[in-house]
């Protein structure tokens, strides 16, 4: 069935850096859009940024645009969200997710994904 396995959280002080990756095995990345997401405690998901496989398009929230960087190669399988200038405010669960094969731009929400990384946790403090 495959799966993703998701790896690179822990604790950083305010003003760190961090990269998470995620690792697709039993399937390929191909065609298919990739999206990260968050939760912090007592807070809905919420979607931090994502990739098109159509024409690249990337797109952040807002409160992570500057900072953050998601990346993809296809070639290995993995994905990356590189994370710069982290506050208190990041501090949550990291979620990798990928689609089914689609033309479709990417989407921040989490319905257009189907296979979902077991999320790692990304604490942020002094």
Not at 40 to 65: L, Q
Request: hydrophobic fraction near 25%; include cysteine.
């Amino acid at each position: 069935q495959g799966q993703l396995v998701g790896s690179g959280g822990g604790l950083v002080q305010p003003g760190g850096s961090l990269r998470l990756s995620c690792a697709a095995s039993g399937f390929s990345l191909e065609s298919r859009n990739i999206g990260w997401f968050r939760q912090a405690p007592g807070k809905e998901r919420e979607g931090i940024s994502c990739i098109s496989n159509r024409d690249g398009d990337v797109k952040y929230a807002n409160s992570v645009k500057g900072r953050f960087t998601i990346s993809r190669h296809n070639a290995n399988g993995t994905m990356y969200l590189e994370m710069n200038n982290l506050n208190p405010e990041d501090t949550g669960v990291y979620y990798c997710a990928v689609g089914r094969p689609s033309t479709t731009f990417c989407s921040r929400t989490p319905g257009q994904y189907t296979r979902w990384g077991q999320g790692t946790q990304v604490t942020v403090s002094s």
